[in-house]
């Protein structure tokens, strides 16, 4: 989509001598039609705001920039600005940077709708960064987002499985997710320890189920929290009459967690604010 002419990514981390820190869960992606898979993912970007979180030295960026996104980049290591300012200087009026943590950043205010994050996430805050963004999910159009495969695993996993969980629940309400590709470790520099997973995920124009947030986000913690207790114990956490909770709203108090579904999650959290028990 452009005819922008870069010199190799590892050429541009030799000359700044750039090396991934640990302590920022930096995994540089340097593939470049991998890159340009994930930006392709999120559709057409020639509209609105791709907002890309640890850009590092700018592999998927680039992709982002030849898709014709406008991009604002969110990076927390400073060693990284001059590289995005070469970016930027090649790419006009289409790279914004921010020098800061993607963690106090709220990204559904950042540039222009449509809104889509595209990022492969530093690993080590994840999880935190797609729980805050949930909040205002229909903020985004879409997120295309690189986690570990563990993680990728638990946002899509089904009820009555092993990696079902808050993290499933809670996004499955919000959002249809779709796990799209797994990414090999040698595909980094450096390789990380653990595989990769690119995740799709499209905010649903209504949650799954009426629920108040607040409650339901109580309600699977209470019962994830001891997932190996029947629902008449682990519940208990809340303040309610477990049992009496259940039957209202027709589970069994002796299931366990794992097999309630979405709904059912909602339809307990519903029965506690309606004060029904």
């Known amino acids: 989509m452009n005819n922008v002419t870069l010199p190799p990514l590892r050429d541009v981390i030799a000359r700044h001598g750039l090396m991934a820190t640990k302590a920022l869960g930096q995994h540089f992606l340097l593939d470049l039609n991998l890159t340009a898979r994930i930006a392709r993912a999120g559709g057409d970007l020639t509209t609105g705001t791709c907002i890309e979180i ?50 106090q950043i709220d990204a559904s205010q950042l540039g222009a709708a449509p809104r889509r994050i595209i990022a492969n996430l530093p690993y080590n805050i994840g999880t935190e ?63 990380p320890s653990v595989n990769s997973t690119v995740v799709r995920l499209i905010p649903r124009p209504e949650p799954l189920a009426p629920a108040r947030r607040q409650t339901l986000e109580r309600v699977t913690a209470a019962a994830f929290g001891q997932r190996r207790k029947m629902l008449r114990q682990s519940l208990k956490t809340l303040g309610v009459d477990a049992e009496a909770l259940c039957r209202v709203v027709g589970i069994d108090p002796t299931a366990r967690a794992e097999v309630l579904t979405v709904e059912q999650f909602c339809a307990l959290a519903n029965a506690i604010d309606q004060k029904l028990v």
Request: charged share 25%.
């Open 129 to 191: 960064l797609l729980l805050g963004w949930l909040e205002h999910i229909n903020a985004f159009e879409c997120l295309v987002l690189m986690f570990q495969s563990e993680v990728a695993s638990r946002l899509t996993a089904p009820a009555d499985t092993k990696a079902y969980g808050r993290l499933s629940v809670m996004t499955q309400w919000l959002c249809d997710v779709e796990q799209l590709f797994h990414v090999n470790p040698k595909a980094f520099t450096p390789p």
């Open 54 to 103: 640890g850009p590092g030295p700018g592999g998927l960026t680039r992709a982002l920039l030849d898709q014709g996104a406008h991009v604002i980049a969110i990076e927390k290591d400073k060693r990284c600005r001059e590289i995005l300012e070469e970016l930027r200087g090649a790419y006009p009026d289409r790279l914004e940077t921010l020098e800061a943590d993607a963690l």
